[in-house]
């Protein structure tokens, strides 16, 4: 199975501030379609997951643009320019290349 | 309004048998790939099994193969999860998704139904 490896898996930042969550794959995302099957969702507390961005880069209908994601390959970031209470969470990239799919750890976000 | 409820959690023995329902509404059921996903108490997210929109493709993550059964009813906008052996390590809140494309870009999600395994 492909083995996701999020970083760091807690981050706790100050509002306002930004915050940047590493995400790698141990093979190639890429498909032969020319897309990299990798997403990002966020999982409030006591809430189902919500997807965010999805093939790296292409963020969801209503989620703020304060939210970016980028990389190729392997490595993948996402990233939150100036984070609000509503963010506290725990973050999952997820790759839909190969299955099963597979989630990183997760990334906790929480209020300094 | 999109809407994706499932339904049919509970307690059980190891060895016992369940069956989820994940009932939609709010969009073609026939469009979509649909997703069981896992959540075990505190922990991350598994995906469980996938089902292609006309059925005639399924897939297993290999902890359930051939112990779990992901299948549909388009007439009905309903998804099903037949869990058959269940073990301890099975406890967990399972939740259904669609899927447009089939490449894990799960872009709703139900609100999730737990399922207990313990003797």
């Known amino acids: 199975d492909v083995v996701m490896t999020q970083s760091p898996l807690s981050l706790p930042v100050t509002l306002g501030q930004p915050a940047s969550i590493s995400c790698r794959s141990s093979?190639?995302?890429?498909?032969?379609?020319?897309?990299?099957?990798l997403h990002w969702f966020q999982q409030r507390p006591g809430q189902s997951p919500r997807r965010l961005i999805y093939?790296?880069?292409n963020r969801d209908s209503g989620v703020p643009d304060r939210f970016s994601g980028s990389g190729s390959g392997t490595d993948f970031t996402l990233k939150i320019s100036r984070v609000e209470a509503e963010d506290v969470g725990v973050y999952y990239c997820?790759?839909?290349?190969?299955?099963?799919?597979?989630f990183g750890q997760g990334t906790k976000v929480e209020i300094k | 309004e999109v809407r994706l409820v499932e339904s049919g959690g509970g307690l059980l023995q190891p060895g016992g048998s369940l069956r989820l329902s994940c009932a939609v509404s709010g969009f073609t059921f026939s469009d979509y790939w649909m997703t069981w996903v896992r959540q075990a108490p505190g922990k991350g997210l598994e995906c469980v099994a996938h089902i292609k929109q006309d059925g005639t493709e399924k897939y297993y993550v290999d902890s359930v193969e051939g112990r779990f059964t992901i299948s549909r009813d388009n007439a009905k906008n309903s998804l099903f999860l037949q869990m058959d052996s269940l073990r301890v390590e099975d406890t967990a809140v399972y939740y259904c998704?669609?899927?447009?494309w089939g490449a894990g870009m799960v872009d709703f999600w139900g609100q999730g139904t737990l399922v207990t395994v313990s003797s």
């Open positions: 997820m790759q839909g290349r190969h299955w099963p799919w597979t």
């Open positions: 998704g669609r899927d447009r």
């Open positions: 093979q190639s995302l890429v498909y032969s379609d020319g897309n990299t099957y």
């Open positions: 093939k790296v880069s």
